[in-house]
């Protein structure tokens, strides 16, 4: 994930580096965890994020924590919860834990 960075492109998701420009941290956080959703992320938690957009923050903790799930008969789909406004909330923060130079990246968990 390091090397390969989510960026919108023309509609589509290019992954490509970002030459270490300055960018936001951002927070993301569990608003409803009792969501089946939950089932498609290997972790369910506080995430920091180094990234040019709030979209682009959820998309790399998606692409961090995603697993596949089975469905039984009637059930709903579960999607990635931190794609989703009403599971996860996503917030630019200032945190001296964090520099907002780099590459975009999931800076926590690891």
């Known amino acids: ?6 960026r919108l492109a ?3 998701l290019e992954l490509v580096g970002n030459g270490g420009s300055k960018m936001k941290i951002w927070k993301l956080s569990v608003l409803n965890g009792d969501s089946h ?3 498609a ?6 995430v920091f994020v180094r990234a040019i957009s709030k979209h682009c923050a959820r998309l790399l903790s998606g692409l961090a924590f995603r697993i596949a799930t089975d469905r039984e008969t009637g059930e709903t789909i ?3 919860p931190w794609t989703q406004k009403n599971l996860v909330s996503c917030d630019s923060i200032e945190d001296e834990r964090y520099k907002s130079t780099g ?6 968990p690891k």
């Open 103 to 108: 590459e975009e990246e999931a800076l926590f």
């Open 37 to 39: 959703h939950w089932k």
């Open 1 to 6: 994930m390091r090397n390969a960075n989510p």
């Open 78 to 80: 579960a999607v990635n």
């Open 10 to 12: 023309s509609d589509t």
């Open 41 to 46: 992320s290997t972790y369910k938690g506080e």
